[in-house]
């Protein structure tokens, strides 16, 4: 009986022995895995952080354009304001073409009525 029950011991210290080689042989890859785990959830952290401080700078842009650029209802009406004064520029410009049209083709008949005058009198003293 005392050989059978050493034989039992035996067996079940060396089935111990077996499972804790596995265990801790387990163990060993468990730790791997989780320092394997631990990098990448850094390194997805990093990549996360860069993201968010790029979206950062975008809303940080947009809001300087906010700041910075003329809001609609006052382009309008700048942009209104200044199409009445362009159509009241271009009325007086108009104007003054009209004018200097006017002024140059009463200087052509004055020089032609002038030449006539003097061609007249050319010809009177001629014949005279």
Partial sequence: ?????????????AKLAHVNTKIDAQAAQVGLALASADKAVTK???A????????NEFRQALSDQTKT????VEFEVV???HAGLIT??????DKLEGKGVGLNAGWVYLVGG???????VGLV????
Avoid: G
Avoid at 1 to 13: K, N, S, V
Avoid at 69 to 72: G, Q, S, V
Avoid at 88 to 93: I, K, Q, T, V
């Fill in 1 to 13: 009986m005392e050989q059978r029950l050493d034989a039992l011991e035996r067996l079940i210290d």
């Fill in 44 to 46: 997805s952290e990093t």
């Fill in 48 to 55: 996360t952080e860069k993201r968010f401080e790029s979206v």
């Fill in 69 to 72: 650029f003329i809001a609609r």
């Fill in 79 to 81: 942009r209104d304001s």
């Fill in 88 to 93: 009241d520029l271009a009325s007086r410009m």
């Fill in 114 to 120: 002038l030449t006539v005058v003097a061609t007249v």
């Fill in 125 to 128: 003293l001629a014949f005279a």
